[in-house]
């Protein structure tokens, strides 16, 4: 039998004393960590004869998957949606401070902007993994500009467009490139939609709906032609009526193609979302359901004036405006807040709030293979949490990249 080093040199980090979050159940397990990546301790042990090189003590906290956030729009005074000379340094900023949220991956989001604006910072957003630097960059999230004037929400009317001759080529036009392009939030009800739809989905981005006056019809029609996606269930829609539920009747549709799971985000900070509503969503259809956080540059600062792209927001508590408006302006909570408060408005199990965090998502975008589990040879990003779902520590590729200061707490 090989022994361990004939596998690999690399040290093995076994750890002990906790329960992980895998098949769809806390377990008390050792987790067992090699070269980033989750080990089978019954392959290292049987195959390899090995045993672990450092073992650390978990003193029975519970370890779950990586956060990822699909629908984040900057936070601590960076703004993703503002063309700056020093934007790289902006996305860098934000993606090391949410790993103390428990965020490892997420997809930086461009509210609706002018075309000068993605054409400057889409180059500057590129796919990257995670590490000690901060959070991995799956991708950017572009909400807008092809979406409803009639539910714009905080998007500024005149960068509003629709899709004119060129259809397809009229994005492309307005985005100026696709190459770091992860999900496109549109307003299906807009014509000629479905041939753009179904563009971007053979390029393998996800096409989201929101910031819609679809209704029903519309919506499935939009799913049919490889929509998967709707950006902050009941916030920028037609609210549900019983005779045509709108977007939000998918949820329960019959129409939805066979092995087609159709998700959706939900801002669960208690402003944007009733207990309530969180409720009938989650209920109504709980594989689903994936947190986002929508947050905007004014996360992680003091209330006052702050932006989202072109308009200027006021941020009073956890309520973000347009300033001089009550119009809802995303959000300033962050993915743990999130997490905390669907558990507790839902009174789901610790797993459920946790994988509609995790599992969920990566689902969504279709890397759970390598993300949003603790399976084996998926990659070793995860989070140490205590009972209360507070983070205590946050790891990427298998390595710390956070810890919470004893203090701290």
């Not at 699909?70 to 700056?84: C, K, P, R, Y």
């Not at 308009?311 to 508590?317: F, K, L, P, R, S």
Request: with cysteine.
């Amino acid at each position: 039998m090989p022994s361990n080093k004939s596998v690999s040199d690399a040290p093995i980090v076994q750890f002990t004393n906790c329960r992980i979050l895998r098949g769809h159940q806390l377990q008390r397990e050792d987790l067992w960590v090699r070269e980033g990546k989750i080990l089978n301790p019954e392959k290292l042990f049987f195959d390899e004869k090995g045993s672990a090189d450092v073992q650390v003590d978990c003193k029975d906290s519970i370890i779950t998957p990586g956060f990822i956030d699909v629908q984040i729009n900057g936070g601590f005074g960076v703004d993703f949606s503002l063309a700056t000379d020093d934007f790289k340094s902006g996305i860098d900023l934000v993606s090391q401070k949410i790993l103390s949220h428990g965020v490892t991956s997420f997809c930086p989001t461009l509210v609706t902007s002018p075309p000068s604006v993605y054409h400057q910072v889409l180059p500057q957003i590129s796919v990257r993994n995670g590490g000690a630097h901060g959070a991995g960059i799956l991708g950017a999230h572009l909400e807008g500009p092809f979406i409803s004037k009639e539910k714009k929400g905080a998007h500024p009317e005149h960068c509003l467009r629709t899709f004119e001759a060129g259809a397809f080529q009229d994005l492309l036009a307005t985005y100026g490139s696709l190459d770091c392009v992860r999900i496109v939030t549109l307003a299906p009800e807009m014509r000629r939609s479905s041939e753009v739809i179904r563009e971007l989905t053979k390029r393998g981005i996800c096409v989201s709906l929101g910031h819609s006056v679809a209704n029903l019809s519309q919506a499935e029609e939009a799913v049919q032609h490889g929509a998967t996606f709707i950006t902050h269930l009941f916030n920028a829609m037609l609210p549900f009526h019983h005779r045509d539920p709108g977007i939000v009747g998918l949820l329960t549709s019959d129409k939805i193609p066979a092995g087609r799971r159709v998700f959706y985000g939900m801002i669960s900070d208690g402003i944007h979302t009733n207990p309530a509503a969180l409720r009938i969503a989650h209920r109504a259809h709980p594989k689903g359901l994936v947190l986002v956080t929508d947050a905007i540059a004014g996360m992680g600062l003091a209330p006052g004036r702050h932006t989202l792209g072109q308009q200027v927001v006021e941020i009073d508590g956890l309520n973000t405006y347009i300033a001089g408006t009550k119009t809802l302006s995303g959000s300033v909570a962050t993915m743990d807040t999130c997490v905390r408060h669907f558990q507790e408005a839902t009174g789901c199990s610790v797993e459920t709030a946790l994988e509609a965090a995790s599992l969920h998502p990566a689902q969504l975008l279709g890397i759970e293979r390598k993300k949003g589990t603790l399976n084996y040879d998926s990659d070793a990003d995860f989070l140490i949490l205590n009972d209360n779902l507070y983070v205590q520590a946050t790891y990427i590729a298998g390595k710390e990249v956070w810890r919470q200061d004893a203090s701290g707490m």
